[in-house]
């Protein structure tokens, strides 16, 4: 992939090679206003304005367009109430796609109008979106911001002159977004969202769901949505940009089991190509005082290990360890930066919708996480003794190939209330 190293990234400031079609400032248009927007997206882009320009925004809520227009200074009839509306009639070079749920339908609609896609997390809930999408061979960057981080880029160079790796384990200890976004002065909660274009959204959403696990339980299926593609697929992207390997999923397990607790802790254990085993520990913790998530692969030498703080504290570093044996001891270095992850994403996205470099992470590799979670939503159905349907029913985890009842939706068992929409990263 281009830049694997951190090279060929825009530097702030830098002058910016313009013989492609498009030219800079590029004319973005921004689809959803929600959270992660206010706090992160929308103040970067402005940061660079010799690079984007916010030509047009879209949200359900009219006073948050409102206010975040004039902030952004995008006219009135450039703010819409409908992304169709905003990608018919906007003049635009590149979109951001920033809406909460799958992002399949609307990076479809913009790539196949020839507009270079930012796509947050997840790229979408189905196979089938996935496979549209790539026909049209887009222009899209997909959100994974932690892999411009440098302590992940460092990290990668680093495991590359190791033994091979043993082991890889995961924690993410994740707080409300509440707690994680309180510094960010975000606007009130939208008062004015209309009731039905909300039901809307839900029924297509649950359509969406149904077609990649079929009728299971709805803890299971929130489980897939809020926590798997939600949260989890940015550890499924670090390990696969460190190691190079894809994941398969060898169980899943989710707790507590009280009905109406708070959203579960979701466990992963798989393998990848190479032989070794991942072991990935996501809990939801609404007191918890910060975020945090840790990243360590193990070989026969010595550790790397990657300690990522809250995302949205930007320029907060993520702290690389590396641990060796040394002079019949044991040798430890650091390296942190305080250079923003999501920042250079965006910078990234500026070589590609101008000179069409190669994402970190597109089309391809968001696939590739659908398949990882539809794994892990099956082996979680699995343990219910019910059969997902749809397209995870030809992806049974190794641990789970057999064995499953006939437990559907009406049925009891693991209590996963949904996380927050915002934050789950």
Not at 93 to 117: K, N, P, Q, W
Not at 222 to 228: E, F, G, M, N, Q
Not at 355 to 368: I, K, S, Y
Request: glycine share 10%; with cysteine; net charge negative.
């Amino acid at each position: 992939m281009a830049g694997s190293r951190g090279q060929g990234l825009l530097e702030p400031g830098a002058a910016f090679p313009r013989d492609g079609r498009a030219r800079a400032p590029l004319r973005l248009g921004v689809i959803g206003l929600g959270a992660v927007a206010q706090a992160v997206h929308l103040p970067l882009v402005a940061k660079h304005p010799d690079l984007f320009r916010c030509a047009a925004l879209c949200d359900l809520s009219r006073a948050s367009l409102d206010v975040l227009g004039e902030r952004a200074g995008v006219p009135d009839d450039a703010r819409f109430a409908e992304a169709g509306e905003l990608l018919e009639e906007a003049e635009l070079d590149a979109v951001a796609v920033l809406t909460s749920g799958s992002h399949g339908g609307l990076a479809f609609e913009a790539a196949r109008r020839g507009l270079a896609v930012f796509c947050e997390k997840p790229l979408a809930f189905t196979l089938a979106e996935a496979d549209a999408l790539a026909e049209l061979e887009p222009r899209l960057a997909l959100g994974y911001m932690k892999l411009y981080d440098p302590a992940v880029e460092r990290a990668r160079e680093a495991l590359e002159g190791r033994p091979p790796a043993r082991s890889v384990e995961v924690t993410v200890l994740h707080p409300t977004s509440a707690a994680q976004l309180a510094h960010a002065g975000l606007l009130p909660a939208p008062a004015d969202l209309d009731a039905a274009t909300l039901e809307e959204l839900r029924t297509a959403e649950d359509a969406l769901v149904e077609a990649a696990l079929g009728d299971v339980p709805p803890e299971i299926a929130r489980a897939y949505v809020d926590v798997l593609a939600g949260s989890i697929v940015h550890e499924l992207a670090v390990i696969r940009y460190l190691l190079g390997e894809p994941l398969t999923v060898d169980d899943a397990d989710a707790w507590p089991e009280t009905p109406g607790a708070a959203p579960p802790s979701v466990a992963l254990t798989g393998r990848l190509a190479g032989g070794a085993r991942v072991s990935i520990r996501w809990h939801y913790l609404p007191s918890y005082p910060a975020y945090r998530e840790q990243v360590s692969v193990h070989d026969e030498a010595g550790s790397v290990t990657l300690v990522f703080p809250s995302p949205y504290l930007l320029h907060a570093p993520t702290t690389l360890t590396v641990t060796d044996v040394a002079g019949g001891g044991e040798q430890t270095t650091r390296f942190r930066s305080t250079a923003e992850a999501f920042e250079r994403q965006w910078l990234a996205f500026a070589e590609l919708a101008l000179e069409g470099a190669a994402p970190r992470a597109g089309v391809a590799e968001g696939r590739a996480d659908i398949v990882v979670c539809q794994q892990a939503a099956a082996a979680l159905a699995a343990r219910r003794g019910v059969r997902p349907g749809g397209e995870a029913a030809g992806r049974p985890p190794a641990n789970h190939e057999a064995g499953f009842g006939v437990e559907t939706r009406d049925g009891r068992g693991p209590s996963m209330s949904p996380v927050d929409k915002e934050g789950t990263q």
